[in-house]
């Protein structure tokens, strides 16, 4: 079956302008162009489609998407299958808020009683998931199954207290970062700031402290895109690398 862009429009809840520059950015091209001008779609267009709007549910970026259904080893049905996992954890996640708010309305009418622990559970419990889908993986082939669920564990069990004082402490290593990218300088008393308080932003989770470990995430900063944008995204260009190189001159 074919149809206008009109009509696509209204079957997929898009407008026909995102159509029309999903076309113009070679992100979704119409099967051909009727005598009359207008961009036809037929099942194939439909299901890349169906396939985009999965991805931008998911916020990827459409030049990521491009990129993805570019590459010459796309297989719809492994992606679709990746997508519905992605899915399931949204769900989790969602789940575990909606289950502390409905324990926050009850607690507020006298219903039961609410400890501080429970207050914050659900979305200490969506930023685990969310770390576990992104970084777990890796981390569990770099440092096994047992510490990171110790690790895991660790963070679910901080109290207020301890996660206000670990954002904190990533709000100065943040902040003393940034100077030490502009002055290059390793040695000043920013540096040393930087590193201290990555130790005790450390701390909060990891089970166990030591150099070797604290020198082995530093360096996965930086071999991993996913974990270099982390500190890229707040802290400027290269931030990651000049995290790394102040991680491998104080830890030892």
Known sequence: MEYTIKKIAELSGISTRTLRYYDEINLLKPARINSSGYRIYGTKEIDKLQQILFYRSLDMKLEDIQTLLGTPNYDPQHALQDHYQKLLEKRRQMDHLILTVEKTLRYQKGELIMTDKEKFIGFKQEKLEKNEATYGQEIREKYGEETVAASNQKWLNLSEADFNQMETAEKELIDALKVVMETKDYHSQEAETVFLKH?????????????????????????????????????????????????QQFAN
């Open 199 to 247: 130790k005790e932003w450390l701390s909060y989770t990891s089970p166990a402290y030591s150099a070797e470990m604290h020198r082995g995430l530093g360096q996965m900063y930086v071999a991993d895109g996913r974990f270099a944008a982390y500190y890229n995204n707040r802290a400027g260009a290269n931030a990651a690398q000049t995290l790394n190189e102040i991680i």
